[in-house]
């Protein structure tokens, strides 16, 4: 702890640190204003593998701590990764759809909005408003993943079975085992067991089918039989 010779000389030295402070924050507002200007160039040109030039500012161990504590710039952290994911198994990226950031951003906090009716399911007017907007804007898995992952949910049952059902209809069948399987192994719940069984019957992988459902606990007469008949194919 740093021991001061007069009160000039702590009140010196308080006000260098407010000045250091006030250079950090400077600099933070002037790197966001670059961001800012960076997104909107990139996705109104569409050239999206330029965003991950911003990767640096939040993985290089010497960046600024400051500018982490942003909730809007962590958010555009887990754009970058689910960008990432997008781009590496070809998927129509979720910030396809915006035009600049603000366009962006407002997508991604509906889509929070959306996702947080289908976990409270509190009415099936509300379920159906966050189903007509989530299925319009291109939700790949990795967007409602990552975005599940950071922001505040509490009921994760209600929510990746939900959601499911909702972009059950859009998201192609390895997608829907993916999700569903990241369900299973969160909260093993019955009708995911039984969701994954039959997706795996559909592409013909009789094993794995047979795998999920007879991990079901206390299953019923048609499920003991659909394990019976499933055994006689292995």
């Known amino acids: 702890m740093a021991t001061y010779e007069s009160l000039n000389e702590f ?9 250091k402070l006030e250079a950090d924050k400077s600099y933070c ?32 161990p010497d960046s600024y701590p400051q500018f982490h504590n942003s909730s809007e710039t962590k958010r555009i952290h887990i754009l970058l990764n689910i960008l990432k994911l997008e781009l590496k198994y070809e998927k129509t990226p979720f910030l396809s759809t915006a035009n600049d950031y603000n366009g962006i951003m407002a997508q991604y906090l509906m889509t929070i909005f959306a996702m947080r009716r289908l976990e409270l399911a509190l009415s099936e007017e509300a379920m159906a408003e966050a189903a007509t907007y989530l299925t319009s804007v291109p939700l790949t898995i990795y967007a409602a993943m990552f975005i599940s992952q950071n922001e505040y949910f509490e009921n994760y049952e209600n929510l990746f079975w939900n959601l499911y059902t909702c972009m059950k209809s859009i998201w192609p069948i390895g997608d829907k085992i993916q999700w569903l399987t990241w369900l299973f192994e969160r909260e093993p719940v019955q009708q995911a067991t039984l969701e994954l069984a039959s997706l795996y019957m559909e592409v013909h992988n009789y094993s794995r ?18 394990i019976s008949s499933l055994k006689e194919l292995l």
């Open 209 to 226: 089918a047979y795998q999920y459902l007879t991990a079901i606990p206390s299953p019923s007469k048609d499920i003991v039989a659909l």
């Open 11 to 19: 009140l010196q030295e308080a006000e260098r640190d407010l000045q």
């Open 29 to 60: 507002l002037d790197l966001y204003k670059s961001m800012q200007q960076h997104i909107d160039l990139c996705l109104g040109t569409k050239q999206y593998e330029s965003l991950f030039d911003l990767f640096p500012y939040f993985e290089e």
